[in-house]
């Protein structure tokens, strides 16, 4: 979707739109730069006071950037000439927490169970184990 149609109706949109791209060029500088192992560990957060704040996803991501961005100043400076250092962040990719798998037992197998239990009362051991599985999820 071309937003830059309706970024000229808007004043603001079309300041967020020209900053959006800015910093997709500095991090394109930087992703060509940079080697293939770190490239899709970091994004371009901004451009403050004369600061590039990279925003690491990982501590060895950010360990790293911190080492060999220095070095890349003056390509990025290239893109924008007021860029006078360089900020690396670390934040975390946010991650969905794993569902938690909850097995339900049917009216029938919960039955099944303890008709099992009774069942199996010269096995003491499996028959309680069975007795505390058909009370589950009651």
Known sequence: MNLNRFGKKNAQLNQLLEQSAHWQRLSACLKQELPASIRTHFNV????DGCVVVIAHN??????LRMVLPALLPQLQQVDATIETVKVKVQPVDTKP???KRASLSPAARSALAHSAQALSHHPELAAAL???SEKNS
């Open 45 to 48: 957060a901004c451009v403050r």
């Open 59 to 64: 501590s060895m991501a950010a360990s790293r």
């Open 98 to 100: 794993e569902a938690v």
């Open 131 to 133: 007795r505390r599985l």
